[in-house]
DNA sequence: CTGAGTGCAAAAGATTTGCAGGCAC
DNA sequence: GTGCCTGCAAATCTTTTGCACTCAG
């Protein structure tokens, strides 16, 4: 009976779907599910292990699709780390619209940070160029001063 | 005998390696040259296509062996570019030391900024959070205003 | 001479794609 | 019913690695 009732992520995210003329697949809906069901940054690799985790079974190929998806249509932030792999956020009205990460490489801890100083600049350095921005990427990554890390709260 | 005279490339990245224990080999400082001989940002399969246009074959294996060496040394910058794959521009003293980019998607040309504003705003970001910085990583990406891109003078 | 460095080819990862079948509308 | 979407497996693309050989010091 439980699964009759569309919670409401899946409302959320039928509309925006229906909006675009794509279809609401169970696919889909499951995979916006786990997506939205924390703010953690993740990889393809730790959603697909999550999705397994919650007994949902979706192709690592319908994953990749679908998440293309969702950052095309701007429900998920694709966030491109200097490894080159990418991480993903939902973007759901409790996180910050826009910001910033910035990572503790003692302890893995992504923090995000926003400030409005940056972003004028760099929008007065785009003007200057004739450039209207489209994508920015910042992130920041250091260790712990003192080697002391208290980020996790272990 | 023109092979006998070391260019000025190859004396100023001997110095570098042989401080550092690491052999100067051949390879290494043909592809030296070819990396320092321009200021643009190539990624790998450039670098190696404009290697082989020199009549400078290596392989592939050892180019990807040998930019690691520079950029662990600091001949060599990385750039992660957002879809995840990397450039590389050398670190020689014609170039601002440290600089962020602006990509113009209309032409493809990266420009270079610098501003000292949003490195102390960095700074105060990361000392907050009692992180001393190691990496950052900060680009932007846009189109020209009205379609009008008069970056490139062709 | 000796082992750091190279070339080759195979392996490893990550992501994409072609195609047959399934299901949302 | 129609064709968008999915699953699977194969293909692609980038980067790494094992190993025998080479050459810089």
Redesign the interface.
């Known amino acids: 009976m439980k699964n009759l009732i569309p919670c409401r992520f899946h409302v959320e995210v039928e509309a925006v779907l229906k909006s675009e003329g794509l279809r609401a697949t169970k696919q889909r809906l499951d995979i916006w599910d786990e997506l939205s069901s924390t703010d953690k940054h993740r990889d393809i690799e730790t959603i697909l292990r999550d999705l397994k985790k919650n007994k949902i079974n979706v192709s690592r190929a319908t994953l990749y699709r679908t998440i293309d998806v969702f950052v095309k249509h701007d429900l998920l932030t694709?966030i491109?780390?200097?490894?080159?792999?990418?991480l993903y956020e939902h973007n759901k009205k409790t996180i910050t619209p826009k910001h910033d990460h910035?990572l503790?490489?003692d302890c893995g801890e992504i923090?995000e940070?926003y400030?409005n100083?940056?972003s004028s600049?760099?929008n007065r350095?785009?003007e200057d160029?004739?450039?209207?921005?489209?994508?920015?990427?910042?992130?920041?990554?250091?260790?712990?001063?003192d080697g002391?890390?208290?980020?996790s709260r272990n």
């Open positions: 694709k491109t780390l200097d490894n080159g792999r990418f910035i503790c490489e923090f940070f400030d100083t940056i600049i760099e350095i785009a160029l004739n450039i209207k921005l489209t994508k920015r990427v910042h992130q920041l990554s250091g260790k712990c001063i002391k890390c208290n980020h």
